[in-house]
């Protein structure tokens, strides 16, 4: 069962990675230190003017890159026999997370070194946020 597709994987997976580009070159990794949340994508060929970084709707990280846009066939005298990279290469793509709740998101920082593009979330560690999970005391008596 393929959950990243499913309508209902908010109820499966914690925090929801909401859309994805179909054959996004832009793998994901997501990291989480005491300090930070921590995406590292694969973006090789894209510059950081490709790319933009933006959190929307307070709590989702959206990351977009836009493919090279080279004109094809608009040299004059030149005739194209092949035009594979434009595709095969840099194509556009999307990607949005639902950021947790105990981050500060005027403080996010992006990076593009090597064809890697490094987004640093940090943790509110100041106003912990209650956990989800609380323990309830059984007894043998209400």
Known sequence: MALFGDPFRRFFLSPTIYRTSP???ALLDWLESPTAHIFKLNVP???????KVQVEDGNILVIRAEGGKEELGKE?????????R???????????????????????????????LTVVVPKDTTHPKPSK????????KL
Do not use: C
């Open 133 to 140: 999970v609380r323990n309830i005391n059984v007894t043998s």
């Open 86 to 116: 434009k595709t095969m290469g840099k194509s556009d793509f999307s990607r949005e997370i639902e950021l947790p709740e105990d981050v500060k998101v005027e403080q996010i920082k992006a990076q593009v070194e090597n064809g890697v």
């Open 23 to 25: 054959g996004s070159p």
């Open 76 to 84: 004059k005298d030149i005739a194209w026999h092949v035009a594979e």
């Open 45 to 51: 060929g894209y510059s950081k003017e490709d790319i």
